[in-house]
Each structure stands twice: as C-alpha cells, then as structure tokens.
C-alpha cells in the first residue's frame, strides 16, 4: 500500500535560518508531488508541484524554494527564513490521472519562526 | 476563476444534534467539490467528494452534502454529531489541467459538547 512520510513534526527556527523539510512517498511510482501551506486562520494554499523528477512548478512567489531529487521524494526549502514562513506544511501525492484524482496528505510539519 | 467561501468559521453542537457546515462556491464551470476533514495532529482525510454524478454525495462517518447549482453551495450535514467529529473542516474545490489544484477554504472549527 501507498504512505506519504513528512518530516520532521515540528520545528521552532529563528528568523534567517535556512529550512529543509522533507516528504517521501512509498508504494507508487511517478506520483504528482504537491506543498501546500496551511497559515493560521486561512485554508491550504498550493506552494509547490512536481509531475516528475527535476520539475517544479510554483504557484506563489514566496522566499521558499522546492525541489524532486528522486521520484518518490519532494523536498521543501528556504535560505533564509522570514516570520511570514510560519505556519503549517503538507506534502501530498496523487497519481496522474485525467480529471480529478484524490490527493493523498502526509501528517504536516508545523513551522514556527521567532 | 474558482474560489470557495466558508460560512462559518467555528460551529459549535452538541452530541447527537445535526450538524451543518456551510460552503458556497464559485466557478466558471461545472466543478468537482470536496470537503475535507483535519483532525487535531493528523493529515487530512477526504471526506467525500461530488463530480458531476448524483447531486447528494455520501461520505464517511455519516457525513453527506448536496451540490446545489442554483445556490452554487455544497454544505456538509450530519444528522447526529458525536464526539469524535471534533475537527477542522475544509471545503475545496478542484481545477484540473494535468495537474490537481485544490482551491481550499479557511475551514470551519467543529466543537462537539457533552
């Protein structure tokens, strides 16, 4: 069966520091790899998406940056992090699919920056 | 372009009462409309979802909405709330493209009392 990994949980960083977050999905091949940020009091916004291996697209500017070293694995990253990063992250996979296929979510990593 | 508004930031019910969560939606066609459940440190599970089939869609745990064309709304019902429905509930929509845009809601807090 397919599960999605997300880490770390959470993670308190000060404000300049530089932010990897790392998504792995396993028991699928060639998924569509998303980054969605949920800030407090708003719904999920689309970060980041990947229909394979070196292909980002972004939806938002923003001071993050993505990236798909391998095909199961989607890596979420910042040179420097500003107050307004904080919030709630989650990776999600689908498989390619014509029309509306089902997004799949990992467990979220919760970002505080001071 | 498409985008959805969620009533209710908080509702609050007690057990074993109905449970009413409100969505409105805009689109420039015909959309595919989900509601989504959060609970408290766990991902996101869909709950069901409409895609142009029958108007009343059943989800899990007793939940169902109907897709309403005329009100452009998709609210998400419960005849009987328990205590584990306690949870933050996103109303989305979908916009496809080969790829699975998620247009999400802020969400709306479901508290359950005693």
């Known amino acids: 069966s397919q599960t999605i990994h997300q880490w770390p949980a959470t993670l308190v960083q000060p404000v300049g520091s530089p932010l990897s977050l790392e998504c792995t999905v396993e028991?699928?091949?060639?998924?569509?790899l998303y980054w969605y940020r949920q800030a407090a009091g708003r719904g999920l916004q689309l970060l980041f998406y990947?229909?394979?291996?070196?292909?980002i697209s972004s939806e938002v500017p923003q001071n993050l940056s993505a990236s798909r070293p391998q095909d199961r694995q989607f890596i979420l990253s910042s040179k420097k992090l500003l107050l307004s990063d904080s919030g709630f992250y989650l990776c999600a996979w689908s498989v390619p699919a014509r029309g509306h296929e089902k997004l799949f979510f990992g467990s979220g990593t919760q970002l505080s920056v001071l | 372009a498409q985008s959805v508004t969620q009533l209710d930031s908080h509702v609050s019910v007690s057990e074993g009462t109905p449970v009413l969560l409100r969505c409105n939606y805009s689109?420039?066609?015909?959309?595919?409309l989900f509601w989504y459940v959060q609970h408290p440190n766990k991902g996101l599970q869909l709950l069901l979802k409409y895609t142009s089939a029958a108007t009343l869609v059943k989800g899990i745990n007793g939940f169902e909405a109907e897709f309403k064309k005329s009100e452009t709304s998709f609210h998400l019902t419960k005849p009987s709330a328990h205590m584990s429905d306690a949870a933050e509930y996103f109303c989305?929509?979908?916009?496809?493209?080969?790829?699975?845009?998620?247009?999400f809601g802020a969400g709306t807090r479901l508290a359950v009392h005693p």
């Open positions: 689109s420039s066609y015909s959309p595919s």
């Open positions: 028991g699928t091949s060639n998924p569509n």
């Open positions: 989305v929509v979908s916009i496809s493209g080969g790829y699975n845009k998620l247009i």
């Open positions: 990947s229909v394979g291996i070196g292909q």
